[in-house]
């Protein structure tokens, strides 16, 4: 049943995460809260599903560290008693024009979305139970090719194509592998240093004529994660209103 299920949200302290692991919550689920920074908001987003009646954890772990990432699953099974969810959300997000872009970007980015993805997909098929969902978090920027996007954009890239491989080589053992990728959404990540008409601009490039929410991308992955996404595997989902 879907409320005996463990679900691990990296990166869930805020935005997308934070949704994420409030609705997974809200569906039943007992949630791992996980944060490399900010405990405190990982702990905000603990109580608002305790107060809603829920079971929920926060565990500070960076997952570019893959020792890090196995104390993760440890914590997960010491307090639930396993895993049967994993929603690898964590990533950043460093702008440059190729020609401009240093190595220190291209490094961290490609330690955190990419290294940080495989080091969480590795620790989930090893440690999932039969059944299980692995949900990884893209974005449609590879679509629309953003000049100054192109490092976020070839992490990302890479997250799908480690999707669509982990799901053939787990489903013998019933656990689904796909991605979600989102359009321009208004957290924090996307909104920092973007003007107004800037933000406006790229709202427009939806045919819905806004922005996505968080809560738009958790709705995206409870279904994934929930009994009527069993039979999508493999694949890549775009969330974005129709941008691309």
Known sequence: M???KIAIVTGGSRG??????????DDGMRTVVNFSGDAGAADDVVRDIRAAGGKALAVKADISDASAVSALFQAARDAFGGVDILVNNAG??????????DDSQFDRQI?????????????????LRDGGRIITLSSSVIGLALPSYGLYAATKAGVE???????????????????????????DLFLDGKS????????GLAPLGRLGEPRDIAAVVAFLAGPGGGWINGQTLRANGGMV
């Open 16 to 25: 997308i995460g934070a949704a994420i692991a409030r609705r997974l919550a």
């Open 2 to 4: 879907q409320d005996s």
């Open 161 to 187: 194509a480690m999707t669509g491989v982990l799901a053939k080589e787990l489903g013998a053992r019933g656990i689904t592998v796909n991605a979600v990728a989102p359009g321009p959404t208004a957290t």
């Open 111 to 127: 330690a955190v979305n990419l290294k940080g993805a495989f080091n969480t997909m590795r620790e989930a098929a090893r440690q």
């Open 92 to 101: 950043i997000l460093s702008l440059s024009p190729i020609a401009e872009a």
């Open 196 to 203: 107004p008409e800037t933000v406006a601009r790229m709202a």
